[in-house]
């Protein structure tokens, strides 16, 4: 079912948190709301699902207007980010608690819950308390909860965020996978950017209650649309260089050296303050623009390995490189960045 | 023993001289009283012999021979040392002589038997006043004397030349035994007085009808009051734990003034045409409404507190999760709230039984046990007993055996609670949190 939320503001006594939000969810689309700590996700989420009214604007399912419509009525299926399973009740009874609400025959509750602990393959746990069962299991359990009643809309709170590593690699295609086999329009909320990336058609990047930027991961990751962007998305981080323009190229911040600017970037006058933004596969030994430093941070991944290097002005470049390249800490390296691929932003943060 | 031991000896050391001097000292006082006969009549420090026309009727209460209460009541002449002695003074040593030699501890029913026979002696007195008055001299009654011991008593009864079996002595000094005495009695005795057995009903009654207004009243409160604003709410909770701090008597004296003849409820029923009465005292019936009412309506705001925090410490996304699920309010209660509020439900029933068994004031203050005993509860009736008699004879023994009865119960309860909650358990784990 597609979601439509128009013009949704939403403040919490005097502070405004979401202001004049538009964002149209297609059917069947798994959209990841990313964005840092209090940027309003789970607010935005809230107000799909009725926990939250919304101050502003209109809600739409599909053609129908659910603005004012409770929560109760939406059949939105929600998984909250602690699970908030009900620890009085065994997994059966927790799975099946939206069909006991609505008075659903016996037959049919069983045959239900037994089909969706299969889907989640939880078939084996229905006995047990939730304080009996792993973070994974909870999970699953919370998930199976949310999907029971065929909801058209599920809505996901940091599923994965009380998961350990693997687990949460695992949980990560669980549900994608599970999303895709029931065809359902789901919005995932997430500050991780691997797991918005992995796991969602689109992803909608937010910032201060407001959308900065709405496209698929792919794009998203080559055309990020500020700085902001483009910091939040890649793993390790894309680093910045801060510097000015001169003579049509980019002058380095304190420093006489000047990198030529790539094709097709539109230069503000000279002296005017810009950034660079360089990811870390983009620095690499082999490439031509070379600009020269000293390693001062070594991190072995295991198939890679991860290096920070200090420029004369101070600057840090970052670059990831295939393991045996063995450079050391304090290592005097000149390496190249892939003109092309580099960045270039406004002092407004905006790219260039 | 360690310091750090000692230490804590010494934190606890109030505690206990709390423990002994409030209740096991009290206790103990309880039991032995209870094992006594002491009442106002007996007094509370020890008591005498005497055979007065009180204690003869008690004696044949007590189911003594007819005969051998009419002898201890009848004066008798006795010619004993004591006589001779009286009678040597006053008539000569001959007269008493004589009356030794010849009659010594011979015993006369009557004056007339005595005068007859010292006529018969030669050294007689000669005026018949005379002889009256020697008579006299003989005349022995343990009527209306007092002796400290039971030793004293027989020994004057004997010496009247009364025989006694030794079935008999006992009777008489058990019976007629002014003091306390150690006796198992007043168990039987409630036993048997049915008055008791209803009082048993009605205590009954009581806890259960008072728990149940409280806890329903607590509830409903504690989830009302969670779905207001938060100001409103605070307000209100406010409002209803005004009983518990408003002093028993006021608030009391607040709904007597409700139910008096001349009070609220006649003068707005009065409008109808419905006659003014005493609401609280008219019938047992309505008696109990108000001891409901009073009593829930304290227990309630208990209730409210500790059910409101419960309910506020279920977490938010819970009740969000239940709400997306689909539950309505009623489900959400029903299934979600309600469910979690199990521990305090059972604590606070555990803690208000406990409470209810032995507090009587509301119900003292209130109707005093009134209608006619309708409302009269088990402390209350120990209470009455043993400190406030209508017949002015106040039973301390009996009375101590009532309260008893509920120390016992009490104990045995406390230790059933203690069985269900696993108060450890309870401690270690929160009930509440996943
Ligand atoms: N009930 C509330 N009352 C007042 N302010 C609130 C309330 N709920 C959220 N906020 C504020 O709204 C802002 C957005 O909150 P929200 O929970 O949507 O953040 P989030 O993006 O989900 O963050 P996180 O990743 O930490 O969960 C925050 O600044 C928060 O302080
Ligand atoms: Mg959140």
């Known amino acids: ?352 | 023993m360690r310091r750090a031991h000692l230490l804590g000896l010494g934190f606890l050391s109030p505690a206990l001289a709390i423990i002994l001097m409030l209740f096991l000292i009290p206790v103990l006082l309880t039991v032995m009283f209870s094992f006594t006969n002491m009442s106002t009549a007996t007094g509370i420090s020890g008591g005498a012999y005497e055979i007065n026309a009180a204690s003869l009727r008690k004696l044949s209460d007590a189911g003594a021979q007819e005969s051998f209460v009419e002898t201890l009541g009848k004066e008798a002449f006795v010619v004993d040392d004591a006589g001779i002695t009286a009678a040597a003074a006053a008539y000569g040593e001959q007269f008493a002589n004589e009356v030794g030699s010849q009659m010594l501890g011979e015993r006369f029913d009557s004056r007339r038997d005595l005068e007859r026979a010292f006529r018969k002696l030669k050294s007689r007195p000669r005026s018949t006043r005379d002889i009256k008055k020697a008579a006299d001299l003989f005349k022995r009654s343990v009527l209306n004397v007092r002796f400290e011991t039971a030793g004293g008593l027989l020994d004057a009864v004997t010496g009247n030349g009364i025989e006694m079996t030794p079935d008999q002595q006992e009777l008489l000094t058990k019976t007629i035994y002014t003091g306390w005495t150690w006796t198992s009695d007043n168990f039987a005795l409630m036993a048997q007085i049915p008055y008791v057995w209803r009082v048993a009903g009605n205590t009954l009654m009581y806890v259960v009808l008072t728990l149940a207004a409280s806890v329903g009243l607590g509830l409903f409160l504690a989830i009302t009051t969670f779905y207001l604003p938060s100001g409103t709410a605070t307000t209100f909770r406010a409002i209803w734990f005004f009983p518990r701090i408003l002093p028993n008597v006021i608030f009391v004296l607040m709904w007597k003034w409700l139910a008096w003849d001349t009070g609220f409820l006649s003068s707005l029923l009065g409008n109808f045409g419905v006659p003014p009465r005493n609401w609280m005292l008219d019938t047992g019936a309505n008696a109990w409404v108000f001891i409901v009412l009073i009593n829930g309506i304290v227990g309630a705001s208990l209730g409210m507190i500790l059910f409101g925090s419960a309910i506020k410490s279920i977490p938010q996304s819970m009740l969000h999760a239940s709400e997306v699920d689909g539950a309505s309010r009623w489900q959400q209660i029903r299934y979600i709230i309600l469910p979690q509020l199990r521990w305090p439900i059972m604590f606070i029933c555990a803690y208000s039984t406990l409470s209810l068994l032995t507090s009587f004031e509301y119900i003292l203050l209130s109707t005093d046990g009134g209608p006619g005993g309708a409302t009269e509860v088990w402390s209350l009736m120990a209470f009455h007993t043993a400190l406030d008699n209508y017949a002015g004879n106040l039973q301390y023994g009996l009375g101590a055996a009532m309260a008893l009865m509920l120390v016992i119960v009490g104990i045995l309860a406390s230790l059933v609670y203690l069985r269900i909650f696993n108060f450890n358990d309870l401690v270690a784990k929160p009930r509440i949190e996943q």
Request: glycine residues 10%; charged residues 25%; contains cysteine.
């Open chain 1, 1 to 352: 079912m597609r979601i439509s939320i128009e013009n949704f503001t939403k403040s919490f006594g005097d502070t405004t948190v979401i202001e004049d939000m538009s964002l149209e969810i297609g059917d069947g689309e798994m959209l990841a709301l990313l964005g840092p700590s209090g940027c309003g996700k789970s607010t935005t989420l809230f107000a799909i699902c009725g926990i939250h009214r919304m101050n502003a604007g209109r809600l739409l399912f599909g053609d129908a207007d659910v603005t004012e419509v409770s929560s109760q009525k939406r059949n939105v299926g929600v998984v909250f980010q602690n699970y908030a399973l009900y620890p009085h009740m065994n997994v059966y009874e927790n799975i099946a608690f939206p069909l006991k609400v609505r008075k659903e025959s016996r037959a049919e509750v069983d045959r239900k819950v037994q089909e969706i602990a299969d889907l989640v393959h939880i078939g084996e746990l229905l006995q047990r308390r939730p304080v009996q069962l792993s973070g994974g299991q909870q999970q699953r359990v919370a998930l199976a909860r949310a999907l029971i009643r065929k909801p058209d809309i599920l809505l996901l709170d940091e599923p994965l965020a009380n998961l350990d590593a693997k687990l949460r690699l695992e949980m990560r295609s669980e549900i994608r996978r599970i999303q895709l086999a029931t065809g359902i329009t789901a919005v995932l909320v997430t500050h991780d950017q691997v797991e918005a990336m992995s796991m969602c058609d689109r992803i909608a990047i937010m910032d201060k209650g407001r959308i900065v930027q709405l496209s698929t991961p792919k794009d998203m990751y080559e055309n990020p649309s500020s700085a902001f962007v483009a910091g939040f998305l890649g793993n390790p981080p894309i680093a910045f260089l801060e510097g000015t323009v001169a003579d049509g190229g980019f002058r380095l911040a304190n420093s006489r050296v000047t990198l030529p600017v790539p094709s097709g970037i539109e230069l503000p006058g000279d002296g005017a303050p810009i950034r660079f933004g360089v990811r870390p596969e983009f620095f690499q030994p082999g490439n031509p623009l070379k600009v020269s430093g000293k390693v001062s941070f070594v991190e072995i991944q295991g198939r890679e390995e991860l290096y920070d290097v200090t420029l004369e002005n101070g600057a840090v470049l970052r670059s990831i490189q295939a393991q045996s390249a063995g450079f050391r800490l304090g290592e005097d390296v000149s390496w190249g960045i892939a003109q092309d691929k580099v960045l270039a932003f406004g002092p407004d943060g905006n790219r260039l």
